[in-house]
């Protein structure tokens, strides 16, 4: 919740106050930067790297700490917190090893007994601007490349998670980085696109929705001298097609829709199932589905789902599930708002295949459409009708209906017999269409976080005109 000059976080589950602070101030923060980042990048890449090793070792110390405050602010049932503090550990030495292998020195002989060289330098002053969901681990994936690259960093976490974000900037403070060459910057909406126009800002690190990702990129479309690296959203289909094992294609396409309660970029939005299999499949989700236990982040036995983010999220996916409805969906499994007073809803199911328009939106939360249909174009076709493109999955089928799908569908990040969220940090991870600007995060996040610079290069000066000149 944000107010004029603070932020308040409240968790999602109890509408308890966990963490308040002031707003920053941008132009105080950009200037600590402006003056840290050379200093910052002037160390050797081994002592960047070994500073942020100590991070881990800071992190491990207070991991389960770590934990549950993510559960709290997040509304994440803890063993998923627990999973997702893990892969923060994890996201050091995957940077290092993409820092190796996207901007390697490279030198190659020339004429004259000279040289190629290509080195890559920091853009130097980075935001990063991070998502209430995976508040840490998303933020960390941009984080962790831009300072071992040489940037200075200043991190805007969501006004919806800024204590996890605040708790992120204290363990690399506490392990080394300095306190000027990585900042926590507090605000909401404005502050952030205060920071992204700031001309002392080099280059942008943006995940979140895809209206915040345009107004971005409108806001920067004069100044192509910044690097923007857009993480956005997408309208994901799942396609079950031929397959007898309907229970595990079932419950691939519930953990698609449904883990962290829908509310990651790569929850499955549509699912595109072929008629003669449509009973069976349905069905089977619908069981599933039915058995989901929704809970607060430390209830015993522990939840598959815990609350969406907010009341205000809440409130805009049961009002999108009335729309549907009304609009010529047909309900299989309700959404029901469980507590009045909190955002718990439980998994809902629609079937929209006789929509007249099917609204192509990113339902961020536990709502899945379904759409019937006769053939693997049509499937293929139908996973295809979106603006976005950042995941596709297909369940089922043999080799050569995965190679048609794999070659068709436009998608980032495209999946066989795996959930939509089935994505490794040691690949590049992105979308294309309404969901990225062709800048994939991950292991690809190097890419964004520092420039190539091509040299030719000769020990001493060696030239002459062979051509057009009088002679002497």
Same mark, same amino acid.
Request: net charge negative; aromatic share 6%.
């Given at each position: 919740?944000?107010?004029?000059?603070?932020?308040?976080?409240?968790?999602?589950?109890?509408?308890?106050?966990?963490?308040?602070?002031?707003?920053?101030?941008?132009?105080?923060?950009?200037?600590?930067?402006?003056?840290?980042?050379?200093?910052?990048?002037?160390?050797?890449?081994?002592?960047?790297?070994?500073?942020?090793?100590?991070?881990? +070792?800071?992190?491990?110390?207070?991991?389960? %700490?770590?934990?549950?405050?993510?559960?709290?602010?997040?509304?994440?049932?803890?063993?998923?917190?627990?999973?997702?503090?893990?892969?923060?550990?994890?996201?050091?030495?995957?940077?290092?090893?993409?820092?190796?292998?996207?901007?390697?020195?490279?030198?190659?002989? +020339?004429?004259?007994?000279?040289?190629?060289?290509?080195?890559?330098?920091?853009?130097?002053?980075?935001?990063?601007?991070?998502?209430?969901?995976?508040?840490?681990?998303?933020?960390?994936?941009?984080?962790?490349?831009?300072? #071992?690259?040489?940037?200075?960093?200043?991190?805007?976490?969501?006004?919806?998670?800024?204590?996890?974000?605040?708790?992120?900037?204290?363990?690399?403070?506490?392990?080394?980085?300095?306190?000027?060459? =990585?900042?926590?910057?507090?605000?909401?909406?404005?502050?952030?696109?205060?920071?992204?126009?700031?001309?002392?800002?080099?280059?942008?690190?943006?995940?979140?929705?895809?209206?915040?990702?345009?107004? #971005?990129?409108?806001?920067?479309?004069?100044?192509?001298?910044?690097?923007?690296?857009?993480?956005?959203?997408? +309208?994901?289909?799942?396609?079950?097609?031929?397959?007898?094992?309907?229970?595990?294609?079932?419950?691939?396409?519930?953990?698609?829709?449904?883990?962290?309660?829908?509310?990651?970029?790569?929850?499955?939005?549509?699912? #595109?199932?072929?008629?003669?299999?449509?009973?069976?499949?349905?069905?089977?989700?619908?069981? =599933?589905?039915?058995?989901?236990?929704?809970?607060?982040?430390?209830?015993?036995?522990?939840?598959?789902?815990?609350?969406?983010?907010?009341?205000?999220?809440?409130?805009?996916?049961?009002?999108?599930?009335?729309?549907?409805?009304?609009?010529?969906?047909?309900? #299989?499994?309700?959404?029901?708002?469980?507590?009045?007073?909190?955002?718990?809803?439980?998994?809902?199911?629609?079937?929209?295949?006789?929509?007249?328009?099917?609204?192509?939106?990113?339902?961020?939360?536990?709502?899945?459409?379904?759409?019937?249909?006769?053939?693997?174009?049509?499937?293929?076709?139908?996973?295809?009708?979106?603006?976005?493109?950042?995941?596709?999955?297909?369940?089922?089928?043999?080799?050569?209906?995965?190679?048609?799908?794999?070659?068709?569908?436009?998608?980032?990040?495209?999946?066989?017999?795996?959930?939509?969220?089935?994505?490794?940090?040691?690949?590049?991870?992105?979308?294309?269409?309404?969901?990225?600007?062709?800048?994939?995060?991950?292991?690809?996040?190097?890419?964004?976080?520092?420039?190539?610079?091509?040299?030719?290069?000769?020990?001493?000066?060696?030239? %002459?005109?062979?051509?057009?000149?009088?002679?002497?």
């Amino acid at each position: 919740m944000a107010m004029t000059d603070e932020i308040v976080s409240l968790a999602p589950a109890t509408g308890a106050e966990l963490w308040r602070a002031p707003v920053g101030d941008v132009d105080e923060l950009v200037e600590r930067a402006r003056r840290a980042w050379g200093t910052w990048a002037a160390q050797s890449l081994a002592n960047r790297i070994e500073l942020c090793r100590r991070f881990v +070792n800071e992190l491990r110390k207070e991991q389960d %700490s770590f934990a549950e405050l993510i559960a709290q602010e997040c509304g994440k049932p803890l063993w998923e917190a627990r999973s997702e503090v893990e892969a923060v550990l994890a996201r050091v030495e995957i940077s290092v090893r993409s820092y190796a292998e996207r901007t390697a020195q490279r030198r190659l002989d +020339n004429a004259m007994q000279g040289s190629t060289a290509l080195r890559h330098k920091p853009h130097g002053v980075m935001a990063v601007i991070g998502p209430a969901t995976f508040a840490a681990h998303l933020p960390a994936g941009h984080i962790i490349p831009a300072l #071992i690259a040489g940037n200075a960093v200043i991190f805007k976490p969501s006004e919806k998670a800024p204590a996890t974000g605040e708790f992120l900037v204290r363990c690399m403070h506490r392990a080394g980085i300095p306190a000027n060459a =990585l900042q926590l910057l507090v605000g909401g909406p404005a502050i952030g696109q205060e920071l992204v126009a700031h001309d002392g800002v080099d280059g942008i690190l943006f995940t979140g929705s895809a209206l915040n990702g345009i107004a #971005i990129n409108r806001k920067l479309a004069t100044n192509p001298a910044k690097i923007v690296a857009l993480e956005l959203g997408g +309208n994901n289909p799942i396609v079950v097609w031929d397959t007898p094992k309907i229970q595990d294609a079932a419950t691939l396409v519930v953990q698609s829709a449904f883990a962290t309660s829908g509310q990651r970029c790569t929850s499955a939005r549509r699912l #595109i199932v072929r008629s003669s299999l449509y009973d069976a499949v349905v069905g089977e989700v619908k069981a =599933l589905a039915d058995r989901i236990v929704v809970g607060a982040p430390f209830d015993d036995p522990q939840p598959f789902m815990g609350p969406v983010i907010d009341n205000g999220a809440a409130e805009g996916l049961t009002e999108s599930f009335v729309y549907l409805l009304s609009h010529g969906g047909r309900p #299989i499994k309700h959404m029901v708002r469980l507590d009045r007073e909190r955002p718990f809803l439980t998994p809902s199911i629609i079937d929209t295949t006789a929509m007249a328009e099917r609204p192509d939106v990113e339902l961020f939360g536990p709502l899945l459409q379904v759409i019937r249909v006769d053939d693997f174009d049509e499937a293929i076709a139908e996973a295809n009708a979106t603006r976005f493109g950042l995941v596709a999955a297909l369940i089922g089928g043999a080799p050569q209906d995965y190679n048609r799908f794999w070659a068709n569908v436009r998608a980032g990040v495209v999946n066989w017999n795996q959930t939509t969220n089935a994505a490794t940090a040691g690949a590049p991870f992105g979308g294309i269409g309404l969901s990225g600007n062709h800048r994939p995060g991950a292991f690809y996040t190097a890419d964004a976080c520092a420039y190539p610079v091509a040299s030719t290069e000769l020990e001493q000066p060696r030239a %002459s005109i062979g051509i057009g000149l009088k002679e002497v």
